[in-house]
């Protein structure tokens, strides 16, 4: 996502064409994770404070769902959805009796 909204002035998720990534095993997926976050790291990078700045819109099927600027999408759409996300797993994780890992200091599977 970090390419999109730094490299075009919109998306449109209903625009034709458009497929979310068929996803596989637990290595593909990790190594899909750590391949983009390699790639968005160098595109954010390359760009100026007044392109990160500048609005970016999203929309679907043509109707305008949010604009704002580039950096503030990064932040609310990308970061702050990617931590929501990682909530929602840490539950469901818990619910099925897996021990969790650490994510923002020792959880109550570590040893003290």
Known sequence: WVGSIVEQDEFDVGASGYAPPTLGSVAEIVAMFDKNVAMATETLKRQSNDRLLANWR??????LVVEMPRLGMIRSFLMNHLIHHRGQLSVYLRLQDVPLPSIY??????PM
Request: glycine share 16%; no cysteine; aromatic share 0%.
């Open 58 to 63: 999203l929309k679907k099927k043509g109707q």
């Open 105 to 110: 200091g020792p959880t109550a599977d570590e």
